[in-house]
């Protein structure tokens, strides 16, 4: 089936969708392609697997 994220977890770049995913040595920016959105959710199509760890808020402003 499809994957689907919460909505703010995917966030607006000029180069397109990013999420932040957890990685064993951090925070890592990933382009994703998006696909549906249903309500509060949104279909990544390619950049996720499932089962993988994401931020719900921008860590490149939180750092900013």
Known sequence: ??????IEAV????????????TAAGWQ??????GRRARSMVEVKSGL?????IARHDLEEAGA
């Open 49 to 53: 697997n499932e089962g993988d760890k």
């Open 1 to 6: 089936g499809a994957l689907m994220v919460p």
């Open 29 to 34: 920016k990933v382009p994703v392609g998006i």
């Open 11 to 22: 966030f607006p770049r000029a180069e397109g969708p990013v999420v932040f995913r957890k």
